[in-house]
């Protein structure tokens, strides 16, 4: 469906900060409203997938709000390969490649999602180089953070994997994530991720609420995460 807004500038500047950094390809105005008018949006309850693995990508994806997991069976169990925020665009590398979804995509909670038809994006990409040329950059920086999502897994004990994912995730008000699904992300059982936090806890590097985690100490858990 069309989106719902009102605020077409709004919308323009926030599409801008979706698609990676802009002193690497500056967009013009038109580039983003051309975009911007080609959207729709579709909106998903908690628990809904949004598409499934193997599927053939006919679309590329936008979250506006919510959470979104990218996901596959692992051995019989389910593991997060990502959790997307508001800004993250997904489903474009296996469109571009011609390949099925790796991973199945489901909303954590109420997510509204844009999207743009395949056939479209490949035609603005083709008429815009500029546009063309940004998508790159945000391809790029999304493969970028994916070797910062192996780096936490190679961080070493459970602790410093936590705290290596909280450096990146967990500034500011914190990050809105289950223990559950931070030991789906990390490879870990629930009940081992919950000591490893209460343990940095306790060193006063971070701190927890419902389903949130807060990085209070940055320079001391980075300390941490130095020693070996």
Same mark, same amino acid.
């Given at each position: 469906m069309a989106i719902a807004t009102t605020n077409q500038s709004e919308l323009v500047t926030w599409l801008a900060g979706c698609l990676?950094?802009?002193?690497?390809?500056? &967009?013009?105005?038109?580039?983003?409203?051309?975009? +911007? #008018?080609?959207?729709?949006?579709?909106?998903? +309850? #908690?628990?809904?997938?949004?598409?499934?693995?193997? +599927?053939?990508?006919?679309?590329?994806?936008?979250?506006?709000s919510g959470m979104v997991e990218l996901a596959r069976d692992l051995?019989?169990?389910?593991?997060?390969?990502?959790?997307?925020?508001?800004?993250?665009?997904?489903g474009d590398?296996?469109?571009?490649?011609?390949?099925?979804?790796?991973t199945e995509a489901r909303a954590v909670d109420d997510a509204t999602v844009l999207s743009i038809d395949s056939v479209t994006l490949f035609g603005l990409l083709g008429r815009r180089p500029m546009l063309a040329r940004r998508w790159l950059v945000s391809v790029a920086g999304r493969m970028a953070e994916m070797q910062d999502r192996v780096s936490d897994l190679l961080a070493?004990? &459970?602790?410093?994997?936590?705290?290596?994912?909280?450096?990146?995730?967990?500034?500011?008000?914190?990050? +809105?994530?289950?223990?559950?699904?931070?030991?789906?992300?990390?490879?870990?059982?629930r009940t081992s991720v919950n000591q490893a936090l209460r343990r940095l806890e306790a060193d006063g590097y971070i701190s927890t609420g419902y389903r949130r985690i807060a990085v209070v100490d940055a320079e001391g858990l980075a300390d941490m995460l130095s020693r070996r």
């Open positions: 990676g950094r802009g002193d690497l390809a500056p &967009l013009s105005c038109e580039d983003l409203e051309e975009l +911007a #008018g080609h959207l729709t949006e579709e909106r998903y +309850a #908690g628990g809904t997938a949004i598409y499934e693995r193997d +599927a053939l990508p006919e679309r590329v994806h936008i979250l506006r051995g019989g169990r389910s593991a997060v390969v990502q959790l997307l925020r508001p800004g993250s665009v997904f590398v296996p469109l571009f490649l011609r390949t099925g979804e790796p070493g004990g &459970l602790d410093r994997q936590v705290a290596s994912w909280l450096l990146r995730e967990g500034s500011g008000d914190g990050v +809105a994530v289950s223990q559950l699904t931070l030991a789906r992300l990390l490879g870990a059982r």
